[in-house]
């Protein structure tokens, strides 16, 4: 709220009105706040605007002109309150409702001390809290950066990441040091130059968050409202971006260098950052409350199967059938619901193909991290804003068998790529992994079933049972449960058909038996006894396998 007084020089009386926004108008416009005369006044004559270094005013008369203080311009600020704005026939003097001129107070600092004096009251309230000043504070340096870039007309397309993060560096330091007397003591300047310079050329409020080991998954929902997922628990952050314009700035800082964009007419976008978190976006007209960002991050270092048993995810008998499973070229489905950790076991699992195989990974955004030295990693491509150029998962899955891949490893089928991946499977190329959104073995058989007929071939239900019965050997099933843990809760071999039915033989399952004083989850992994076909098979050609872990 601030406070304006005008006088006519023609010796009329004085007129007081304040204005309880942010930014209002004068002239003999109706809707100025205060309605002016007089033929040398526009419609729309001075804006003025609040921020938390004062008040500043605009010339919007076009052609018409202001003076302050005597001088002519076009903007000035911030106001105090000796400062005499002119146009037409009147005088006009602001202040900030609430705050007096305390001209007793000058020492010999003088014009520094006035210039504080309009922002005392914003410092005082913002000494009683933190993130939101910086928030504030963030949005005024950041305007005054955009005036600077266009005086300045800098050619930042033209320098490489790391010049123009330094060029903005110097810019906003200079823009800081000029309101540095005007902060409040709760803003330290260099972590606000910091946060303007994340938000303008990094990931802006995500920078500190994905720097937090802690942290495994990030949830923007609007730019005010940040959750992440730490321990396998949901919670709310008082991190926020400034605005819901520097949310979309970070998105397509995001999905820019990856070929991909993001607008009104292609509102959500799958994406990646440079460690290979995958990362998903939606910005309105469908998300109703701002831009949303959903980051999935990826480790810093590759896990192994070593891990998984430290977490209690799964147990020594079950990695070493895995490990067989895959050194003997079997075709192994992940299946699992959302998060429960499907493309983490799909890495884990890679680990276990011979260095001298050549593989061939498919993805819809690259997030598959090989340690074998003959990898050709391939991702699907989006169609550009004419509508063309858009390469499916199922299109470089029928590529991909002209490559002579000895496996192929696609990230997750969620359509007609799973026909083309079936027949991958059962003519010659063993040893293909896959995932896909299933919530038990059965499930995910009948997942299959249902994704074969979207590939619009009009085939039998009997012909892709016994399809899917020939191609897929395991099962692996992959739950996240209400403590936040994952655990493989099941792994099945397909044994075959049974009249019309697909056989599934249980290896192993994890049967849960309550919870403990925390609300953590406790259970125990059993092998159900069973011995699966194909280690008969390997024990008949001499193999040597371990049978003491199906006891």
């Given at each position: ?487 493989i809760t099941s792994i099945t071999e397909v044994t075959g058909m049974s009249g019309d039915t697909v056989q599934l033989s249980e290896i192993f399952r994890y049967q849960q038996k309550g919870f403990d004083a925390d609300g953590k989850i406790i259970g125990e992994f059993k092998a159900t006894g069973l011995v699966p076909k194909f280690y008969e098979d390997l024990r008949d050609r001499g193999v040597e396998i371990d049978m003491e872990i199906f006891k």
């Amino acid at each position: 709220m601030f406070e304006i007084t005008v006088e006519s020089n023609d010796g009329g009386e004085q007129e007081k009105v304040r204005c309880a926004l942010d930014s209002c108008e004068l002239g003999k416009s109706k809707d100025s706040i205060l309605r002016m005369r007089g033929w040398k006044v526009a419609p729309r004559h001075v804006l003025l605007e609040k921020n938390l270094a004062g008040i500043f005013i605009k010339d919007i008369s076009r052609g018409f002109g202001i003076k302050v203080n005597g001088t002519a311009c076009a903007e000035f600020g911030p106001m105090k309150e000796t400062d005499v704005l002119e146009f037409g026939s009147y005088k006009v003097n602001v202040r900030v409702a609430g705050t007096e001129l305390k001209t007793e107070a000058l020492d010999d600092k003088g014009a520094d001390n006035d210039l504080a004096d309009t922002a005392h009251v914003e410092a005082n309230n913002a000494a009683d809290f933190d993130r939101p000043a910086y928030m504030e504070w963030t949005k005024f340096i950041h305007k005054e950066l955009m005036k600077q870039l266009d005086l300045r007309r800098l050619h930042l397309d033209e320098l490489t990441p790391d010049q123009v993060r330094d060029q903005l560096s110097d810019l906003l330091e200079k823009i800081i040091a000029g309101i540095k007397g005007q902060l409040p003591e709760t803003v330290n300047s260099t972590k606000l130059l910091k946060i303007v310079l994340d938000e303008t050329v990094g990931l802006g409020a995500l920078e500190e968050l994905l720097a937090d080991k802690d942290v495994t998954e990030v949830m923007v929902n609007c730019h005010d409202d940040i959750y992440v997922e730490r321990a396998g628990r949901l919670e709310k952050t008082e991190i926020t971006f400034s605005s819901p314009d520097a949310v979309m700035s970070t998105i397509e800082r995001i999905v820019s260098p990856l070929g991909r964009r993001i607008d009104e007419s292609s509102p959500m976008v799958d994406a990646r950052l440079q460690d290979g978190s995958r990362v998903n976006a939606i910005i309105p007209p469908l998300a109703l409350r701002g831009p949303c960002i959903t980051i999935r991050k990826f480790p810093e270092h590759k896990l192994v199967d070593s891990d998984l048993i430290r977490f209690g995810s799964i147990n020594e008998a079950m990695v070493a059938f895995v490990r067989m499973a895959v050194e003997q070229r079997l075709n192994i489905v992940v299946s699992g619901g959302t998060g429960s950790g499907k493309t983490t076991l799909l890495n884990i699992l890679s680990n276990y193909i011979p260095l001298d195989e050549r593989v061939i990974t498919v993805e819809d955004a690259a997030e598959l991290k090989l340690v074998q030295p003959h990898v050709i990693s391939l991702e699907a491509r989006p169609a550009n804003m004419e509508g063309k150029g858009q390469v499916t998962i199922r299109e470089l899955v029928k590529n991909c068998l002209r490559m002579r891949p000895d496996r192929i490893v696609v990230g997750e089928c969620r359509g007609g790529e799973a026909l083309d991946m079936l027949q991958a499977m059962n003519t010659g190329h063993d040893g293909s992994l896959t995932t896909g959104h299933a919530n038990t073995p059965r499930d995910m058989l009948r997942r299959l079933e249902v994704m074969v007929l979207m590939a619009g071939m009009d085939l039998p239900v009997m012909a892709i049972r016994e399809q899917v019965a020939s191609a897929v050997d395991v099962i692996i099933q992959q739950n996240r449960f209400s403590d936040g843990s994952r655990r493989i809760t099941s792994i099945t071999e397909v044994t075959g058909m049974s009249g019309d039915t697909v056989q599934l033989s249980e290896i192993f399952r994890y049967q849960q038996k309550g919870f403990d004083a925390d609300g953590k989850i406790i259970g125990e992994f059993k092998a159900t006894g069973l011995v699966p076909k194909f280690y008969e098979d390997l024990r008949d050609r001499g193999v040597e396998i371990d049978m003491e872990i199906f006891k």
